[in-house]
């Protein structure tokens, strides 16, 4: 059986049995014939069933965000917030689908030459429980849209949101087989890839999870899209607005308990300004009201797990005895942390290296530009980076060299639908979202027709 605990009672939530081998692929057996009939419905009609996808989201959107917050402790505004952006998504793709797949002409010497674009199949999505609908929806709805159609491998702790997922599908009324929860655990994810019916695989995780999964997809030459971790940057100017500065930091780094791939985890402040920066940001953390992620006005949560949360606090007493000052939090119970900043943080430090998942920011200072963006791409990872300042002129020459897939000016990191969203170096390949998104598993077919 995979069963998931509630990380803030303790409590079993919710159990299914594990399927076999042989469900498995009976499951993929109905997705590969599902797909030969959906690749051929028109846009018009895969685009009433999203948009059906996205009233069923909206309809019994308490039920779906209850059991995220049940599941893995995101605060429940936030789980609210996280099934309207779901809906959101499967509105804009409804509505630009068509237009961005459709038929390209080009001129050359023939009669007539053009680019379509055509779906690869069925495609395998391994996915985090950090955003336990968004993550998947955003691999599901352009998927759908394309005419492709998805088996789902979701993490273990989340596993009736994974069901639920199944659940909006079917009662928004797509096929049986568009959409697949396949409950199993992360051993049979090699098997599954390995599959000659498996044409394509994304991935929402860690490192080592996508590098083994990118493994075996290149060893049987399948695409593949990774969205791997992130320690954004945040990226403080002497001429920021602070009082803003801090609410976006705030939320950039304490949204969802912490435990974002796009949140802002490395606080780099100017010298000019760190005092009062530091002091204010300080109070404000502290005000942050932690309790029972059910309840309307709480902010910080529980980590989804009580070992993520002996990790993260392992992390931070490293960096203590690495010279790192404990600014505010710190202390541990059971799978909660209290949202905690470290001052007097050195590129050298853990709190730095690592990608601290979970209410956890060190504070480093800088003297110069050249020293802001040195310490900003001073990690493995590439995923986004914020600029605050009130000279735009000033930001946008800093863009170019901000070695990240997004930079965001006064803002936090986030995705948008209409924007295309991924990384570079250790944050990983492809793009989710907007037309690159779409496009990702796709063939891009070349046609050329000469008549005699």
């Known amino acids: 059986m995979i069963k998931s605990v509630n990380p803030y009672t303790q409590k079993e939530v919710f159990e299914i049995e594990e399927l076999s081998s042989a469900q498995v692929e009976k499951a993929i057996d109905k997705a590969d014939t599902t797909f030969l009939s959906w690749r051929e419905v028109s846009f018009k009609e895969r685009s009433r ?3 059906d996808a996205a009233k069923e989201l ?3 959107k308490q039920e779906y965000a209850e059991t995220i917050t049940k599941e893995m402790g995101k605060p429940i505004t936030l789980s609210l917030d996280e099934i309207e952006k779901c809906a959101w998504l499967c509105e ?11 038929d390209r002409k080009i001129v050359t010497e023939a009669f007539d030459s053009y680019v379509t674009h055509e779906p690869l199949g069925v495609v395998l999505a391994v996915m985090p429980w950090n955003y336990p609908l968004w993550q998947v929806f955003r691999f599901a ?3 759908l849209m394309a005419g492709n159609v998805g088996i789902l491998k979701h993490a273990s702790n989340v596993i009736e949101c994974a069901e639920n997922i199944q659940k909006i599908f079917w009662r928004a ?8 929860n396949l409950a199993v655990r992360s051993g049979e994810v090699e098997k599954i890839l390995r599959n000659k019916k498996v044409k394509a695989v994304a991935l929402t995780g860690s490192n080592g999870a996508g590098s083994a999964v990118a493994t075996i997809a290149g060893s049987e030459i399948k695409r593949s899209v990774m969205e791997l971790g992130g320690s954004n940057a945040l990226v403080v100017l002497e001429d920021a607005d602070i009082e803003n500065t801090i609410k976006t930091c705030i939320f950039s780094r304490f949204q969802n308990t912490g435990q974002s791939c796009i949140a802002g985890k490395r606080l780099l402040v100017h010298s000019a300004i760190a005092a009062e920066f530091t002091q204010k940001f300080v109070t404000a953390v502290k ?25 993260l606090e392992e992390l931070v007493q490293n960096s203590v ?6 600014l505010t939090g710190g202390k541990r119970n059971v799978a909660y942390l209290e949202p905690t900043v470290l001052g007097d943080v050195t590129p050298q430090m853990s709190v730095f290296t690592d990608e601290t998942f979970g209410p956890v920011i060190g504070i480093t200072i800088f003297d110069t530009e050249e020293q802001a963006v040195e310490l900003a791409n001073d990690s493995i990872y590439g995923l986004g980076a914020s600029i605050f300042t009130e000279d735009l002129q000033r930001a946008r020459s800093l863009i170019s060299k901000f070695d990240d897939g997004s930079v965001f000016i006064n803002e936090r990191v986030k995705s948008d639908p209409r924007l295309p969203f991924g990384g570079v170096k250790s944050s990983g390949y492809g793009r989710e979202l907007s037309y690159e998104g779409i496009q990702e598993f796709v063939n891009v077919k070349t046609v050329y027709i000469n008549k005699y």
């Open 49 to 51: 069933l999203m948009l």
């Open 58 to 60: 909206r309809k019994n």
């Open 92 to 102: 804009y793709y409804a509505e630009n689908a068509e237009k961005q797949l459709a």
């Open 141 to 143: 709805v352009p998927l």
């Open 173 to 180: 009324g797509f096929p049986e087989g568009c959409f697949t």
């Open 287 to 311: 005000a942050l009201k932690s309790g029972d992620p059910m309840e309307k006005d709480t902010y910080i949560g529980t980590m989804a797990r009580e070992d993520l949360a002996q990790e």
């Open 321 to 326: 005895k690495q010279g790192a000052k404990i």
